[in-house]
């Protein structure tokens, strides 16, 4: 008999190109501070995360296992990403109806050509109330000391970096493709000389991988005025062969970073806010402004969908209401089908009014098998993180 384990990527299913059907379109009242939807859960649609492509130059195992994602793997042809002008259009109707933050994620978004022309029109919207939009962006950093300045200049305003270690080994590792974690760091420093602070830093936590680096990444950034945030590994798409015994819950991320640092709680900066709050503490156990904060986002072990305020549009133009979805709402076919700007804001209203995703609150009453979901998930490389 056989002592191998089991086979942990599992093949990708393409649910690209299945999508709910189009509630109608509800065009009544226009988008107007009094008439800002809400889903059949009270939330209010606050954040748009875009997904400009589905390519990435990283294989991180969690997210796109190269033995998925090899040189066969079909991305997307171009013809099917929505164009910069499509994506204006659609972010334009979101933040009539109460958009406030765009974060623009990936894939790797720095891969898409001219990505600063995007940012450049999304800067000159502007909310109901005439505030400019809170615009980010995601990226593992490896093009970021070429395109800091570029992107500062255009209109982006902060930016979070993936990292998942220090060690040059481990984060080779983490990122299979063999990139050096130097460049990296490169990155973060030229975002900082453009000003796209403050800056993130977000480090997926693995059990047995990488989570002997939590310390030494919490002593590099302390004081730095960047914040570093540890999050758990989620279950997300259908490749990844995630198990729950490579989660390290936060409560325990918390307990290690205890045994070196002096922590106290802060309240979360807004409602939907993924993270919770560390700062680290001064000699009277007060909030030490000089050395800064970190974060947990604990999407596995305490759920927070009771204020997710998030949608996804994924880079064919599909919209996600969950990152555990396995159907988005097709909005390119709209906007190809020349639907005009009421009829999109109307059918995103729609959308909206009957979510009722809770996928992280419902988890743990789901059947393991359920769990695992081998083909029923996008992938967040296709949707966005
Ligand atoms: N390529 C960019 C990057 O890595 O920052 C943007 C896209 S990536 C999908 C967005 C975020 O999702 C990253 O911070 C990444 O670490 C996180 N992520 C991907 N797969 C994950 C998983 N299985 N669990 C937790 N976080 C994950
Ligand atoms: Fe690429 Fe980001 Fe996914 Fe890593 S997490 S494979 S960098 S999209
Ligand atoms: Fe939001 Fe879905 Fe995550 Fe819950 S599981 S916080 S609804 S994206």
Request: proline letters at 6%; one cysteine or more; aromatic letters at 6%.
């Amino acid at each position: 008999m056989s002592n191998s384990k089991p086979p942990r990527v599992i093949p990708v299913h393409d649910q690209r190109q299945s999508a709910h059907p189009m509630p109608p379109a509800n065009t009544h009242g226009g988008p107007s501070l009094t008439t800002l939807p809400m889903d059949r859960l009270g939330r209010p649609l606050r954040d748009l995360r875009i997904s400009v492509t589905d390519r990435c130059n990283f294989r991180c195992s969690y997210c796109m296992p190269k033995e998925v994602f090899d040189k066969d793997y079909q991305y997307l042809p171009q013809s099917a990403l929505l164009s910069f002008e499509e994506i204006v259009q659609v972010a334009r109707e979101f933040v009539g109806l109460g958009v406030q933050k765009i974060r623009l994620t990936g894939g790797e978004p720095l891969l898409r050509k001219n990505l600063e022309l995007l940012i450049a029109q999304l800067a000159v919207l502007r909310t109901p109330q005439g505030q400019p939009l809170d615009i980010t962006l995601t990226t593992n950093g490896a093009l970021l000391a070429r395109k800091a300045k570029a992107l500062r200049d255009a209109g982006l305003q902060r930016v979070t970096v993936s990292l998942d270690g220090l060690d040059d080994g481990v984060f080779r590792q983490m990122n299979d493709v063999d990139f050096p974690v130097s460049e990296v760091l490169k990155g973060i420093e030229a975002a900082q000389a453009a000003g796209l602070g403050p800056i993130k830093v977000n480090m997926v936590v693995k059990r047995g991988t990488n989570d002997h680096e939590i310390l030494a990444m919490a002593r590099h950034f302390r004081g730095t005025g960047i914040v570093l945030r540890f999050i758990e590994y989620m279950d997300v798409g259908a490749t990844n062969g995630w198990r729950m015994d490579e989660v390290l819950p936060s409560a325990q991320v918390v307990e290690r970073l205890q045994t070196e640092f002096a922590l106290v709680p802060l309240e979360a900066f807004a409602p939907g806010e993924t993270a919770q709050r560390w700062a680290y503490a001064d000699a009277q156990g007060k909030p030490d402004a000089h050395a800064g904060e970190i974060g947990v986002i604990s999407s596995v072990t305490q759920a927070f969908c009771g204020d997710c305020n998030r949608a996804r549009l994924s880079t064919e133009g599909q919209l996600y209401l969950c990152l555990f979805a396995s159907r988005g709402y097709d909005l390119r076919s709209l906007l190809r089908g020349g639907a005009s700007a009421n009829d999109l804001a109307g059918s995103i209203r729609a959308i909206w009014a009957q979510r009722d995703d809770r996928y992280s609150m419902l988890r743990a009453s789901l059947p393991a098998s359920d769990v695992a979901a081998p083909g029923r998930r996008v992938e967040m490389s296709y949707i966005g993180g």
